[in-house]
């Protein structure tokens, strides 16, 4: 079956860094991905959608210059965080679709990555 | 109004026990259903997805859509601790793949 990498699963920065989170599909190639962020005990929040070789598209509230969006290849995609704050700490999750996406071809998640900003 | 509703829990239930989960929603547009079991620190992982009012069947689990009540509901029967997870019912349309989840409902299953 289809399988999204997620890398780093866990990282922990200062205050005022920037940290890249990356996400691959392994054995498909993925037209979209989607980066969506989830605190403890709640839901999983869409932040944006990426599309290869087009910016990314982001939902109402999240910050385009804070969370860069990266879709460079089918297979991979980045968000960076940068300046991050507290505030940022957060379970970033992705997950991707071939194209073009239809309920036969549903969504593949990551395994998320655990940010903590100091 | 949340366009996704769900019952938050938690829900602790004896192994064994038949479980369900429901959700409901406000817009008529959404074509696809989904539920998506996430374990403590994990990604989601998809159980269910229909596109039709309904019941869907796999194994133990049947995924339940009303569309003129706009409910959907996921049974789990013969629940087992491995059950033990938060689900999260995801609703989407169109061709974009975008879901909206529901706000998941955590589930312990005891022995």
């Known amino acids: 079956g289809a399988v999204v990498s997620q890398h780093p699963s866990r990282v922990i920065c200062k205050s005022g860094t920037s940290v890249k989170i990356e996400c691959r599909s392994l054995?498909?190639?993925?037209?979209?991905m989607f980066w969506y962020r989830q605190f403890p005990k709640k839901s999983l929040m869409l932040m944006a959608t990426?599309?290869?070789?087009?910016?990314?598209?982001?939902e109402q509230g999240v910050e385009k210059d804070k969370f860069l969006i990266n879709h460079a290849s089918l297979t991979l995609s980045t968000l960076t965080v940068t300046s991050a704050h507290p505030e940022d700490s957060s379970f970033y999750i992705c997950?991707?679709?071939?194209?073009?996406?239809?309920?036969?071809?549903?969504?593949?998640f990551g395994a998320g990555s655990r940010l903590t900003v100091l | 109004q949340k366009e996704v509703e769900q019952d938050p829990g938690p829900l602790s239930v004896p192994e064994g026990a038949i479980v369900s989960l429901n959700c409901t929603y406000s817009?008529?547009?959404?074509?696809?259903f989904m539920w998506y079991r996430q374990y403590s620190r994990k990604g989601p992982e998809l159980l269910m997805y229909?596109?039709?009012?309904g019941n869907k069947e796999d194994g133990r689990f049947t995924a339940q859509v009303d569309k003129s009540s706009k409910y959907i509901s996921l049974f789990i029967r013969d629940s087992q601790p491995s059950d033990s997870a938060t689900y999260l019912c995801a609703l989407g349309s169109g061709n974009t793949g975008k879901l909206i989840f529901g706000q998941g409902t955590t589930l312990q299953v005891k022995p």
């Open positions: 817009n008529s547009a959404f074509q696809y």
């Open positions: 229909t596109y039709s009012s």
């Open positions: 054995d498909f190639q993925a037209t979209t």
């Open positions: 997950s991707a679709s071939g194209s073009p996406f239809s309920g036969a071809n549903v969504l593949t």
């Open positions: 990426s599309n290869e070789g087009s910016k990314a598209t982001y």
